[in-house]
């Protein structure tokens, strides 16, 4: 897929900039601070309704703007649409469709597909666990829209279920708390299994892309893996294998006596489905209860989950080098771009590849590397402040980003 057009009214810097794009490689050149990542961030929030730089909207709307709108024409094969997204300071933001009527910004979710790099893709190697698990949820959003609505009913889940920890903790518990506590276990065992079970299939997808795509930037010498570390497998195998086997005995499987049960290995979740992991859920939650109620919070479950990532024996995090951490930021991204393109054999459209900001960040090697592999995308959106940072090997239009909009020059 490409855009054709971007239109921005009162995003960040911009009061009013409007894009021509074609697909293959543009090159946006104009100094620091001129609003080049304005651009590509509102691009990507087209995308994801998230920013690569803040958490909030707030940001966003251009200084004293009650709200801002970003306008896009995608197109996907032979087909063309017209994405609105209007983004409120008081109220929910919405979307339109090719004119339509309003719809709910997540509506918008999965049409336009972005795959973005940027400096603070640091993070993903360097920050904490919440990095990570952002990383793959959007990810499994932009691949399978309904996902927004499994993270949602989680995440509203959770915060209720946090309430009346809290509230246990504070003494204010009762057997009628007890049993209300039953009920939200029930309700965040499904919505916490439903979202590691699409996490853990999409870990799987990613995995061999990893691998190559560092392999490809790289002189090969170390191997990068990425390993999806629940709280709940922890769980299960702290509380033992007996209650585990009462579960695997209620699945139908054959029931194994407590000796066997000691002995047997940890049980595969990716092997589970969404019912045997929402079993799972519910039996960690009981044993966790005591130390929950202590705590006041929830402490199993996706929201407490770590992606962890490997390069040869040691984690990345914590002793991989700068190159090596930034070689396996730009392989995850690469990663999702393959994982992307393996949806797009499959009736699906490349995503758009937008590279913030990244060229001067890197060494001539890994500068001519990344040019190599992205320069065959449908479209790639490259920002530079120094246009010598852009390697040779990515050849296309070039354009000049000015004060407050585009050199009309370059724009048609
Ligand atoms: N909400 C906002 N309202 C008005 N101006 C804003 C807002 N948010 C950011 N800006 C301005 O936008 C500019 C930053 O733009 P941007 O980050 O796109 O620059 P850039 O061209 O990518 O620069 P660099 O080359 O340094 O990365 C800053 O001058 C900042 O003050
Ligand atoms: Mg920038």
Excluded at 341 to 354: F, M
Aim: charged share 25%; hydrophobic share 40%; net charge negative.
């Amino acid at each position: 897929m490409y855009l054709e057009k971007l239109s921005l009214t009162d995003f960040r810097s911009y009061a009013q900039v409007d894009l021509a794009l074609e697909p293959g490689v543009t090159v946006l050149v104009g100094s620091n601070g001129i609003g080049k990542t304005n651009l590509m961030e509102a691009i990507g929030y087209l995308a994801t309704l998230n920013s690569h730089r803040v958490s909030t909207d707030a940001p966003l709307l251009r200084f004293g703007a009650e709200r801002a709108m970003i306008r896009a024409k995608l197109v996907r094969g032979e087909q063309s649409t017209v994405l609105e997204l209007e983004i409120n300071a008081a109220r929910a933001n919405r979307g339109r469709i090719n004119r339509s009527n309003p719809v709910r910004a997540r509506d918008l979710l999965g049409i336009c597909q972005t795959v973005l790099f940027a400096p603070e893709d640091l993070a993903l190697v360097k920050g904490d666990p919440s990095s990570r698990r952002r990383f793959l949820d959007e990810l499994l959003v932009s691949l399978m829209p309904r996902h927004a609505a499994t993270r949602s009913d989680y995440d509203r889940v959770l915060k209720q279920r946090n309430a009346l920890l809290k509230s246990a903790r504070a003494g204010k518990f009762s057997a009628g708390h007890e049993a209300t506590l039953d009920v939200w276990d029930q309700h965040m065992a499904r919505a916490g299994a439903e979202l590691l079970h699409a996490r853990l299939e999409l870990v799987d997808r990613l995995q061999p892309h990893l691998k190559n795509a560092y392999a490809q930037l790289t002189d090969g010498s170390k191997e990068a893996a990425a390993v999806y570390r629940s709280t709940l497998q922890d769980i299960l195998d702290d509380d033992g294998a007996g209650a585990s086997s009462g579960a695997r005995a209620a699945d139908g499987a054959a029931a194994v006596t407590d000796a066997d049960a000691a002995a047997a290995p940890a049980e595969d979740l990716r092997l589970l489905s969404v019912e045997q992991l929402t079993d799972r859920y519910i039996q960690a939650f009981v044993a966790a209860r005591r130390k929950e109620l202590e705590r006041g919070i929830s402490l199993v479950g996706p929201h407490r989950d770590e992606l962890e990532l490997v390069l040869g024996s040691a984690p990345a995090k914590g002793y991989a080098s700068h190159g090596e951490t930034w070689s396996m930021c730009l392989s995850l991204r690469l990663a999702s771009y393959y994982v992307m393109l393996d949806d797009a054999r499959t009736g699906g459209s490349p995503p758009i590849l937008i590279l913030d900001d990244v060229f001067a960040e890197l060494d001539v090697q890994r500068r001519r590397k990344l040019a190599a592999i992205v320069s065959g995308a449908e479209q790639v959106l490259v920002t530079a402040a120094v246009e010598d940072d852009i390697p040779a090997e990515l050849t296309g239009r070039r354009v000049k980003v000015i004060p407050g909009g585009i050199d009309e020059q370059d724009n048609r």
